[in-house]
């Protein structure tokens, strides 16, 4: 049995079961910092002769409890005529957690204790078998005040800037991926959030053969995720993989801090990289139809309709009014986005009345188009070493001259947002004027980072994408960017599997005058295939 007790000395609550099973669910302990205890302490009897066990602490640790007394009862009966319980208590044990080991451990980014279980565990203490008389002397509201104190000299050395959340990652992987894909897509993830201006502590793993439907991951894993959490200060659970609005609550509801998705990430990277109307145009409306069929289940403070007084009758919920105001605003962005599209129409026409051909860069995100945009126009377009730096197309003129006849001619050299695999449907279809650059040019160049690991999957996920356009894109030139970067094995790779590709280093300014030879091959040829 488990009684939990505030510092007023006051039983909150009593559970049947280990400290483990009765546990205070996250939502309904008090709120508390880093730099603090729940205010709550867990006395708990046990029936072996024996310390707290790893779930216990684990628990304890969870709930970040001031303390965890637990009491090992001895010579536990049943009298003959009234059938009452007899024993006593033989020794007791007091546990809590410690902060003057954590702050090493948070400062490496690496937990120091590991239980038989596999959950990763804070730095806890256990004290020596003691007597109940030895028990209750202990002064509990010192050892909790002295400990707060700790925790928050802790804090205060270890707080980084507030606008930054604290992320924590975690990876399941399926028999869909192998192990390098994986482990590709995580270091990826973490790029994400890094751009999007998250420090990632930690990433958790685990390989199932299914998601599970409530959680995404089993029920342990969840609780190491919760643990970990707590343990780190994370203050943002991010997944590798879309989750169900029935998922984020159960998530939220079981580890106690923020859970989103990758989606979730991209969309904020959008929402802060978008600069010209179009662009925040887009990422809003793409914002709103992802968060629309999510609305559901935030709260009892969504709707009135439900049992009991009151609550019956003809009205309309808080929910339905919102989602009716959110599909009303869906489709007043996607009337202006059809305006912009038209606009972008007339332009193109305008340019194809003057035949002028026009090629567009296309490539995995950071690949390195905006800075090939700069550096055959000298051009002035935001580059970065970061994921989605450049949202909005912009196009910039270049004059090629053809060495057969020397003849020179203009064209339009159009820079677009960079892919990623398994790019959300809502980016797709709100991103559609942007991507409509793409299916309206002359040609391509496709552009590929070959420092990446990963830079034979990127290929397919730009040419997965390029095929669930509705326009078939015109034809497209290879271009290996980021040479100088690369060691002789895998050079010679890429040459051997395409050998028609352009090698270059757009930032070293290498291999460029072969680059607009090959350019101009491909523009005779698209406007001979016309």
């Known amino acids: 049995m488990c009684a939990y007790l505030n510092r007023r000395g006051q039983v909150i609550r009593v559970g049947v079961g280990t400290p483990r099973q009765t546990q205070i669910p996250p939502l309904e302990l008090p709120r508390y910092g880093a730099e603090r205890l729940s205010g709550i302490r867990c006395i708990a009897t046990h029936l072996k002769s024996e310390p707290p066990n790893d779930g216990a602490l684990t628990a304890m640790a969870l709930q970040r409890l001031d303390a965890l007394v637990v009491l090992n009862i001895t010579g536990t009966g049943f009298t003959r005529r009234g059938g ?10 007091l546990a809590h957690l410690t902060p003057q080991e954590s702050q090493a451990v948070l400062a ?3 937990l120091s204790k590991v239980g038989s279980s596999g959950v990763q565990s804070p730095s806890w203490n256990v004290s020596p078998p003691m007597s ?43 028999d869909e991926k192998s192990h390098l894909e994986f482990h590709d897509t995580l270091a990826e993830l973490a790029r994400l959030v890094d ?155 305008r340019r194809q009345h003057r035949e002028v051909p026009s090629v567009a860069l296309v490539g995995y995100t950071n690949a390195g188009k905006s800075t090939l945009l700069n550096a055959l126009t000298n051009a002035e377009v935001y580059t970065a070493d970061q994921l989605f730096a450049t949202l909005d197309p912009t196009t910039r003129r270049l004059v090629i001259s053809y060495a057969e006849t020397g003849e020179t001619q203009e ?32 040609a391509l160049l496709h552009l590929v980072d070959l420092s990446h690991p990963a830079w034979l999957s990127h290929i397919r996920s730009v040419r997965d994408i390029l095929a669930q356009m509705p326009v ?17 094995e895998t050079l010679a790779l ?17 291999g460029l005058e072969t680059l607009r030879h090959r350019l101009t091959q491909l523009i005779q040829y698209a406007v001979d295939s016309r």
């Open 494 to 510: 890429a040459r051997e599997e395409f050998p028609l590709a352009v090698f270059i280093s757009a930032s070293q300014r290498l």
């Open 195 to 349: 751009t999007a201006g998250g420090d990632v502590l930690q990433t958790v793993q685990q390989k199932r053969s299914r998601i599970h439907p409530q959680t995404v991951v089993g029920e342990g894993k969840v609780q190491e995720v919760a643990l970990t959490a707590q343990t780190l200060g994370a203050t943002l659970v991010v997944f590798d993989r879309d989750l169900s609005p029935a998922q984020v609550r159960n998530l939220e509801a079981q580890i106690g801090v923020r859970v989103v998705d990758r989606t979730e990430v991209i969309l904020d990277i959008f929402a802060q990289r978008a600069q010209s109307r179009a662009g925040k145009l887009q990422v809003e409306l793409a914002q709103l139809e992802y968060m629309l069929p999510r609305l559901t289940g935030r709260g009892q403070a969504m709707s009135r309709l439900g049992g009991g007084i009151g609550t019956r009758g003809p009205g309309e919920t808080k929910l339905e009014t919102e989602r009716r105001a959110i599909q009303r605003r869906i489709s007043r962005l996607q009337q202006e986005v059809n305006q912009l599209q038209a606009h972008r129409s007339r332009l193109r026409q």
């Open 472 to 488: 078939t894109p015109g034809p497209a030139l290879v271009v290996f960017n980021k040479i100088d970067q690369v060691n002789s």
């Open 132 to 174: 109940l008389d030895e028990l209750t002397q202990q002064d509990f509201l010192d050892l909790v005040e002295n400990l707060e104190a700790e925790f928050q000299r802790e804090f205060v050395a270890q707080q980084v800037d507030i606008d930054h959340d604290r992320v924590l990652i975690v990876g399941v992987m399926t």
């Open 411 to 442: 064209i339009l050299l159009t820079d677009t947002v960079g892919f990623i695999h398994e790019l959300p449907a809502s980016l797709m279809d709100a991103f559609r004027a942007t991507l409509e650059e793409v299916t309206e040019a002359d």
């Open 84 to 93: 009452g319980a007899t024993g006593y208590v033989k020794e007791a044990y």
């Open 108 to 110: 490496s980014g690496n």
